[in-house]
Each structure stands twice: as structure tokens, then as C-alpha cells.
């Protein structure tokens, strides 16, 4: 794509919360410029907060810039402060571990060929070869704790318990990637999270103070939910891009079950899809919004971005089987086992099997959740409301043949058109 545009396509998107000098920084992207987005190895994956800026980088690249995407060796063995209270300080070992992962993770979403391709740097290469007192001569002199003091984050903590002078340092780290940053790539602006602005200004103001020119900063703003609970959570916690702490298939679904309210918003943050696609899309949403047309094509993109396209299939494959809509027995067991234990899961023995049969029906159902009560689960069965892999059953004391477990194993029972859950037999 051409150079000149991303502005105003950020604009567009709702994606630019603060800048040092929006017209400045308009005219600098006219041409190919070097950028950079810092990413703390604080835990063995990223998420969701930190994919809003992984794509806004991403953004940039589809322009013709050259994204530097940082990864914090060093500043991770420390912790940007948090209003909570001290971090607990990870061995160099974990956080050495947790920086491989986090490469790995970022190398999917940029270009590392072509004009423009992306280089993946880590701080600790510049960092830790630097002495003590040339850093806090040659750096330290440049900070006003004065102005340090300001941060809300360190605010916080000194109206609490106080806090440690190596978070407290936190600003001064990040501030010298992007002196090191800029004199050895020509790199003339930082993107964060609006949470970062502190941070990211104080490294402008360093590299003005030491290499006497202007360079930019430009933060995307904190995403938050119509229902007011925090973006990138649900009931059983952080949704990550690893697969193996959150599922593809649970990836999909976050998706599949955003609020109508949030979508038109989602989909400028996080698609890539043009602005006439995404604005028939949010007609659809309006228009027919049971038909979840957004939702869908939203939760498509995003976990084949992540996860790759096979993973994604699978994922929406399985939403269509759980609810009677495809063949469960197409789905490959990790994605089975991964929906039914997003869901609700009940236990069976394999010493409680006799004769090749389950237990009875009635029991599946309690034990899955679905049911509060034999007496509610044999209501339901009677009613007509009760399936086995999706196959109706109107037998009270049915009992399930082992035969129909799915890899040998697996049981998908739905109550109605909606609830679903899941038995294993281990």
C-alpha cells in the first residue's frame, strides 16, 4: 500500500487516543518511516490488550513503514509499576523463556521481507552491557523525578505503601529504548496502549534532550465494554493468543458472543477489513441483528489471524455441531474437548460402565450441569427437550452406548436449542 494515509485511517478506526503532534506526525508518514511497539514478557503469552497493539502496527507496515517489534528482556526482569501494588520479580530464567514465547507469537502478524520488512529487537541486547554509573550519568541526569512523581501509577502507589526504586526506574528503561532505538534504526516514533503515554513521552523528551530533534508518540485508546466489565475478559479469565491457555475455539467464541452494542467498534480496532465492508456490516448488524453477521465474520478473522485458517474452521465448525447445525463427528477431538471443557463437563468412570452402556441419561444430565435434578432431568427427556450427540431422546432411562462416545470418550448432550454440555469418560 501507499505511504500516505495511515492518519487518517487510524482516525477513521478510532484508534488514536493522544499524540504529540498529530499534523507533525501526518506530514513524517507521508514517507516510509522506522516505528516501534515495546511488548514485557510479564507472563508466557500475550492477549488481547496486546493484540489492539500488534494490529496497529501491522497497520502501519501495510503502509509501507518498518515496524520494530520490541520485545522487553530487560525492562521484563523489572515491571512497569502498577497502581495495585510491587511485582513480583520474575528469575531471568522465566523471563528469558517467556521472551522466546513472545517472539514467536509476534513473528506471525508482521513481513520480515521486502522493503519494509519488520526486525524483532529485544532491550536487553543494548541494556545490560551498559554500567551503572555511565547510565546514570549519561541517562539519569536527563529525568526530573520531580516530573516522575506525576504518574499516576507511582502517585497511587506512594499514597499506599510506597513503591520500590527499581519499578520507580521503569520510566527511565523504557526511555532509553527509544533513544537506542532511534540512533541505531532511525526509529522516529513509539505506539502503545493510552496507558503507556507517560512512558512513551518521556522517551520523546529523552531523545530530544540528547540527540536535539523531535521525534513522536502515539497511543491507542483503552477499549471498554457497553456492559462496563473490563475488554479481553470473561467468566474464566484473561483471553490469551496462546492456544494452549485459551483455546481456538474459546478465542472464536469471545468473539461470536460480543455484545451488539460493541461490535461496530470492534471491527474498526480490530479488522482489516475496508471501511465499505465494514460499514455493511454494521448495517447487517442493525438491520438483522439475529442473524449475527458481524459477530461471525469478526470471530472468522480474528482467530484465523492468530491461530491460522484450519484452526479457525474447526473453531466455527464446532460452534455449528454444538447446537445441531454440523457433524460433531467432523471435528477433531482437540477442538471437541476444548469446547466441552469451555462449557460444562461431567465425569463417568470407566469402572461405571457395564455392558457397554452408560449410566443412565437422566444421571449424564446432573452431572453435566444441565440438569438440577434427576426428577428435572427426566421432565426434560420427556419433554422432548433432550439430545446425545445430537440425536433426540425421549427414553427416560436411556442409557448412552458406549459405541456412540466420540473418540471414544466424548459426549455432547444439548438441553433444548441452546445449552450444551459435555461428559468424558476417563
Excluded at 523504557?174 to 518521556?202: E, H, M, P, R
Excluded at 456492559?227 to 490469551?240: I, N, P, Q, R, Y
Amino acid at each position: 500500500m501507499k505511504s500516505e494515509g495511515i492518519i487518517e485511517e487510524l482516525t477513521w478506526r478510532g484508534l488514536i487516543a493522544q499524540s504529540t503532534d498529530i499534523e507533525a506526525l501526518t506530514a513524517a508518514t507521508q514517507q516510509p518511516i522506522t516505528l516501534y511497539c515495546g511488548f514485557d514478557p510479564t507472563a508466557p503469552s500475550l492477549h488481547l490488550g496486546n493484540l489492539v497493539q500488534i494490529l496497529t502496527v501491522r497497520r502501519f507496515q501495510h503502509y509501507g513503514h518498518k515496524p520494530l517489534a520490541l520485545v522487553g528482556g530487560a525492562t521484563g526482569l523489572i515491571g512497569d509499576p502498577k497502581q495495585s501494588g510491587e511485582r513480583n520479580l520474575n528469575s531471568v530464567e522465566i523471563v528469558d523463556a517467556w521472551v522466546s514465547k513472545i517472539r514467536l507469537q509476534l513473528e506471525k502478524f508482521y513481513n520480515f521481507e521486502g522493503a519494509n520488512a519488520a526486525q524483532m529487537v529485544n532491550n536487553l541486547d543494548w541494556t545490560q552491557g551498559v554500567g551503572v554509573l555511565e547510565f546514570l550519568r549519561d541517562i539519569g541526569k536527563h529525568f526530573s523525578v520531580n516530573k516522575m512523581l506525576d504518574r499516576e501509577a507511582v502517585a497511587a502507589r506512594l499514597a499506599k505503601d510506597g513503591i520500590s526504586f527499581t519499578e520507580f526506574s521503569y520510566q527511565i528503561l523504557q526511555s532509553f529504548d527509544y533513544l537506542q532505538l532511534f540512533k541505531k534504526y532511525d526509529c522516529v516514533l513509539q505506539t502503545g496502549g493510552s496507558d503507556q503515554w507517560g512512558n512513551i513521552t518521556a522517551g520523546v523528551d529523552l531523545v530530544r534532550r540528547v540527540e536535539q530533534t523531535n521525534v513522536h508518540a502515539l497511543t491507542t485508546p483503552l477499549i471498554t465494554k457497553a456492559d462496563g466489565t473490563k475488554f479481553g475478559k470473561t467468566e474464566s479469565g484473561t483471553v490469551w493468543l496462546d492456544a494452549e491457555l485459551t483455546s481456538p475455539y474459546a478465542f472464536h467464541q469471545f468473539w461470536l458472543n460480543a455484545d451488539d452494542r460493541d461490535v461496530p467498534s470492534l471491527l474498526r480496532i480490530f479488522s482489516f477489513k475496508s471501511q465499505s465492508e465494514i460499514e455493511d456490516l454494521e448495517r447487517a448488524l442493525a438491520e438483522r441483528p439475529q442473524e449475527r453477521a458481524a459477530q461471525r465474520a469478526l470471530a472468522n478473522e480474528l482467530t484465523e489471524l492468530v491461530h491460522g485458517k484450519a484452526e479457525a474452521q474447526a473453531a466455527e465448525n464446532a460452534g455449528k455441531a454444538l447446537f445441531g447445525s454440523g457433524e460433531l463427528s467432523e471435528l477433531p477431538e482437540s477442538t471437541l474437548s476444548a469446547a466441552l471443557t469451555e462449557a460444562m463437563l461431567g465425569e463417568v468412570k470407566r469402572s461405571e460402565i457395564s455392558n457397554e452402556l452408560m449410566p443412565a441419561l437422566d444421571e449424564l444430565l446432573v452431572r453435566s450441569g444441565l440438569a438440577a435434578s434427576k426428577k428435572a432431568a427426566r421432565r426434560t427427556i420427556s419433554e422432548g427437550g433432550a439430545y446425545v450427540n445430537n440425536v433426540r431422546v425421549e427414553q427416560e432411562d436411556y442409557q448412552v452406548p458406549v459405541a456412540d462416545l466420540l473418540y471414544g470418550s466424548w459426549l455432547v448432550l444439548r438441553r433444548g436449542r441452546k445449552a450444551f454440555a459435555g461428559v468424558v469418560v476417563k
